[in-house]
C-alpha cells in the first residue's frame, strides 16, 4: 500500500506535468519491442497517449515511437544514444520483459541490462516509467515462451528497487484472461502481440494512469465505446 500511494505521489511531480503547466512543450519517448513499434494499421496504444496528453493542452509536444520489434534489452543498449537519449526526452515509457525471455536471457543478466537502462534514462535527466508486457495467450505459446511470467517480477523489482513509476498491465490484464480467455483474445491477433480494440483498451489504460483521457466532443467516446466497455470489465475484476 504503500509502495503505491508513492507511486501517486511522485506522478504529480513528473517534469512533464510541471512543463504543460507552464505551457511548455514535451518529448516522451516509448521505448520497447513489437508491443511498442507501430505495424499494423488503426491507433496504437501510444497514439492514445499522445490523445490523451493533447486533449489536455493541444500543444503539449512530442511524441516518439522507438519500439523496435525482437529488440531485448541488449539492443536497447545498443541502440540507446541514437533513438533515445538523441531526442532528450522528459519521459521514458519502457515495456519490457517478452524478447529477453524469448532469446532465454538468464534473469540476472535481465535485471543487470534492466539496472543499467535505468541508470542512462536518468542520465538524460528523464523520468521513467516501466510497464510489464500484457499477459501472453499462455494455451497458444510455446518453448521460451512458456516462461514469460518468470521475467515480469523482475520488471517489478527493478521498479521498486529504483523508485520508478509502473503500468503493471500484466497484473491487471491477467484477471481477464484467467476469467474467460476468449473474450481476452478479442485483445490479440496472435498468443503475444494486441490487435487494435487490445490497442484501444491498453492506451485507455495508460491514459488514466497518467489522469488524462477522452473527450465528449470530436466522437471520442463513441470510437472508442467497445474498449471502454471492456475496460470496464477489466475494471470489475480488478477490484
Known amino acids: 500500500m504503500g509502495y503505491e500511494k508513492s507511486m501517486k505521489q511522485r506522478l504529480s511531480e513528473l517534469k512533464i506535468f510541471k512543463k504543460i503547466a507552464k505551457k511548455e512543450a514535451i518529448k516522451v ?20 497517449v499522445e490523445l490523451g496528453f493533447k486533449n489536455t493542452d493541444y500543444r503539449v509536444g512530442q511524441f516518439i515511437n522507438s519500439g523496435v520489434s525482437n529488440d531485448s534489452t541488449v ?44 541508470d542512462r534514462i536518468k542520465g538524460t ?6 510497464q510489464t508486457f500484457y499477459p ?16 515480469i517480477p523482475v520488471v517489478r523489482q527493478v521498479a521498486e528497487e529504483t523508485g520508478s513509476l509502473l503500468i503493471d498491465t500484466e497484473k491487471r490484464w491477467k484477471k481477464l484472461r484467467d476469467y474467460n ?28 494512469f497518467f489522469n488524462t483521457g477522452l473527450l465528449v466532443k470530436d466522437g471520442q467516446i ?18
Open 29 to 48: 519517448v516509448a521505448l520497447g519491442s513489437s508491443s511498442t513499434q507501430r505495424f499494423m494499421c488503426g491507433m496504437h496504444w501510444f497514439d492514445y
Open 75 to 118: 539492443q536497447w543498449l545498443e541502440r540507446f544514444d541514437n533513438e533515445c537519449a538523441v531526442y532528450k526526452p522528459d519521459l521514458v515509457l519502457f515495456t519490457v520483459g517478452a524478447n529477453d525471455c524469448r532469446l532465454e536471457h538468464s534473469l540476472e543478466k535481465f535485471k543487470k541490462n534492466l539496472m543499467e537502462l535505468y
Open 125 to 130: 535527466g528523464a523520468d521513467l516509467v516501466f
Open 136 to 151: 501472453l495467450d499462455m494455451e497458444r505459446a510455446k518453448g521460451a515462451w512458456l516462461k514469460i511470467e518468470e521475467y
Open 181 to 208: 480467455i476468449e473474450l481476452y483474445r478479442a485483445l490479440l491477433r496472435d498468443f503475444a502481440h494486441l490487435n487494435e480494440m487490445g490497442n484501444m483498451v491498453l492506451g485507455l489504460d495508460i491514459m488514466r
Open 222 to 239: 463513441d470510437y472508442c465505446r467497445d474498449g471502454l466497455l471492456l475496460q470496464h470489465k477489466i475494471d470489475s475484476l480488478d477490484r
